[in-house]
């Protein structure tokens, strides 16, 4: 292993408080490590078991074909040339936006990455596994134009520190970024008069972030691990109401807190909060039959979980969880309890969730309203990364779950639908690659 992986991972580990996924950092321009990724900076009692190394492989340059269990075969193609990417949001004109976690904004025209990438971000904390999050352009883009992200804002400057130049990288003032939803104005090229309409709390964790049928906007705020061994999980962030930790947020496409959501008026909650009990929400969707949001959360070494959300209802962590600590005792003994939802789909051992979506197009008819869920490792090994297929009843419970994208070795990051009805893919690497899936035909077999 590097020194230079090995300083990220530590990294990582001080930030998360041991919540490894096995990521990647992202490197800026150059190949330097991101600041602050300096070994030396852990806790001191190990969170976590060595990690095993060993990197994803290369995707070949040319088109890959493959067969699955109901479309046989399908035909992916790869642009290549990004770093750590994050999300993708589709524009009107065909060209797609991808957001790279070390705070770069990227358009992919017709299969080919442009050079420079978009103008007009604020600066982001990309340290660790926190920086440039999720992205998603308005119900009414065609009207407004206005485009929606999530990153880390970087931490105010120490008292008589200079400000720091650059748009990416770590704050001067240090400390963990602050999880932050903003919007810009989207002129063709760039992003323009780019505003914070809502700053969450300082934190290494992730958040995604989907409009719902309503116009509302639905933003995840990650939660890591409490102490193993813990005598009061009651008492975690996650199960705390008045703390933004953990949990699922509603608000209007202007930041502020619609009057019906469930905790509104009432002492001792934050208005914000739609759900609760959450630990790091990874993917968030809407079920294009009912409507409900749905997300995908990663557990620790075991447990993640895919949930139908539903307002002021709690999914238990930590006191609830079919995981185990990365270290290896059940984080609970008890997955289930009344006061508590249960998860529609779970993983045991995990998988790494990130990022889902229904497939509701017509070029994979044998797909509809099929769940994918992106996976970057099983069982904590590398080269494990796949995506993950799940079709339901008319109850929206499982009936199967197949594996797909196994050959390729690589993290998945996301999932999304775009707007010809193909399914398009992130894979969540320094050297990443968007995949394009489309339905393959006899001859290219």
């Given amino acids: 292993m590097s020194k230079q992986i090995v300083a990220v991972l530590a990294a990582c580990v001080a930030m998360t408080g041991g919540l490894l996924l096995a990521q990647q950092a ?16 852990g806790r001191g009692a190990a969170t976590a078991p060595p990690p095993i190394t060993w990197n994803s492989p290369p995707l070949p340059d040319g088109p890959m074909v493959y067969e699955t269990g109901l479309v046989r075969p ?49 600066a982001v904390a990309a340290q660790g596994l926190a920086g440039l999050m999720d992205l998603a352009l308005h119900p009414r883009f065609a009207e407004n134009s206005l485009v929606y992200f999530t990153y880390h804002k970087p931490a105010a400057p120490a008292a008589g520190a200079p400000l720091e130049a650059g748009r990416a990288g770590a704050p001067a003032g240090g400390g ?14 760039r992003l323009a008069e780019a505003r914070d309409l809502f700053s969450a709390i300082p934190s290494g964790n992730a958040s995604r972030i989907v409009f719902g049928r309503d116009g509302m ?24 109401p008045n703390s933004l930790a953990g949990k699922v947020l509603r608000l209007k496409d202007d930041g502020s807190v619609p009057p019906d959501n469930p905790f509104v008026g009432r002492n001792g909650y934050r208005p914000e909060v739609y759900t609760l009990g959450h630990r790091n929400i990874l993917g968030l969707t809407v079920n294009p039959e009912t409507g409900a949001v749905w997300s995908v959360e990663d557990g620790p070494n075991g447990g993640d979980e895919v949930n139908a959300l539903a307002a002021g209802k709690n999914y238990g962590w930590p006191l609830l969880s079919f995981g185990r600590f990365y ?3 059940r984080v609970s003994m008890q997955p289930y ?16 969730t990130s990022g889902l979506t229904f497939y509701n197009g017509d070029r994979f008819p044998e797909w509809k309203n099929n769940l994918f869920v992106g996976g970057m490792r099983q069982g904590e090994v590398p080269r494990s990364g796949h995506l993950e297929r799940l079709d339901f ?30 399914l398009y893919v992130l894979t969540a690497e320094n050297d990443g690659a968007l995949l394009k899936i489309e339905p393959g035909t006899a001859s290219t077999k």
């Avoid at 499982?398 to 994208?405: A, D, G, M, T």
């Fill in 176 to 189: 963990a970024g602050t999880i932050t939803l903003a919007r810009a104005r989207w002129d063709g090229t």
């Fill in 337 to 352: 309890r009344d006061g508590f939802e249960p998860p529609v789909v779970f993983w045991v051992p995990a998988i790494a």
């Fill in 74 to 122: 399908i035909r992916i193609t790869a642009t290549k040339g990004l770093n750590q990417p994050w999300s993708m949001a589709f524009l009107p004109d065909g060209r797609i936006l991808v957001t790279e976690r070390g705070g770069r904004l990227r358009i992919v025209r017709n299969g080919v990455l442009e050079a420079t990438p978009v103008e007009g971000l604020p």
């Fill in 26 to 41: 992202p490197q800026p321009a150059g190949g330097a490590a991101p600041a602050g990724a300096a070994a030396g900076r």
């Fill in 327 to 329: 270290l290896g005792p």
């Fill in 217 to 240: 906007i639905y933003m995840s705020i990650g939660y890591g691990d409490p102490p193993v061994g813990n005598a009061n999980p009651e008492a975690a962030p996650a199960q705390d």
């Fill in 393 to 422: 009843n008319d109850k929206w419970e499982e009936l199967h779950r197949e594996s797909l994208l196994r050959e390729l070795q690589n993290r998945i990051r996301d999932v999304r639908q775009g707007r010809d009805g193909l």
